[in-house]
């Protein structure tokens, strides 16, 4: 079955330190991905994307992502964290170019520690 | 910048009754969605909505609720007779496109159902 999984449920890290927050896709063919945050009481803001090209893509509030085709994968990064991160995190997948819908990961809560 | 808006924030209702949950989506797109988040789980994906009909729904979008685009703004989800389990926050969506078109989310409404 189409699916987009989060190992890791909440996360915390120090203010500073480095941040990975994982996304696993299971689909035929690449889907389209995203990564969305959740802070509280707001809706969900995209902070980046993925459909093709390079495999590395920068997004908003200095996070990136990589595309790993062979791992099935598109992992959020971002080498400094600072504690207005703390949110909790999507990834998200669409399966084909003709349809809009948004396969969700269950979330990463980030808390960030002084 | 343009954004979703979804109305009201909070609701409480009675199990049975009917509820109606109210979204303007960015006024040039023309793909709309609902999406909803029970308290602890996923996003998940309920309907999309394109050309004044249902493009998709899943298999939870069932009899008892429905969409409907009353005029060239509102986009709006009603449940006709609402249960336990529909408590959950409720969010609205829209894209201009599908594929790799961002979809842009609504702030959400949360529905109490007592």
């Known amino acids: 079955a189409q699916s987009v999984t989060q190992p890791d449920i909440h996360i915390t890290v120090s203010e500073g330190a480095s941040l990975e927050l994982r996304c696993n896709y299971s689909y035929g063919a690449t889907p389209y991905l995203f990564w969305y945050v959740q802070s509280p009481g707001q809706g969900l803001q995209l902070l980046l994307k993925?459909?093709?090209?390079?495999?590395l893509v920068q997004g908003i509030k200095g996070f990136e992502a990589e595309f790993k085709r062979s791992q099935s994968s598109f992992n959020l990064r971002k080498p400094s964290v600072h504690w207005s991160d703390a949110a909790e995190y999507f990834c998200a997948a669409r399966p084909s170019s003709n349809t809009g819908k948004l396969i969700f990961g269950q979330g990463t809560t980030l808390q960030v520690k002084p | 910048e343009p954004e979703v808006t979804q109305t009201p924030s909070h609701q409480v209702t009675q199990m049975g009754q009917e509820v109606i949950l109210r979204c303007v989506p960015i006024?040039?797109?023309?793909?709309f969605y609902w999406y909803r988040q029970i308290l602890g789980q996923k996003v998940e994906f309920l309907v999309s909505f394109y050309n004044n009909e249902i493009s998709e729904k899943s298999e939870i979008f069932d009899d008892q609720f429905s969409v409907e685009r009353p005029d060239g703004s509102n986009f709006t989800l009603k449940i006709r007779s609402t249960k336990l389990e529909d408590s959950a926050m409720y969010f609205c969506?829209?894209?201009?496109?599908?594929?790799?078109?961002?979809?842009?989310f609504g702030q959400g409404t949360r529905l109490t159902v007592v």
């Open positions: 993925y459909f093709s090209g390079d495999t």
């Open positions: 006024s040039n797109h023309l793909y």
């Open positions: 969506a829209s894209s201009a496109r599908t594929g790799p078109d961002e979809a842009f």
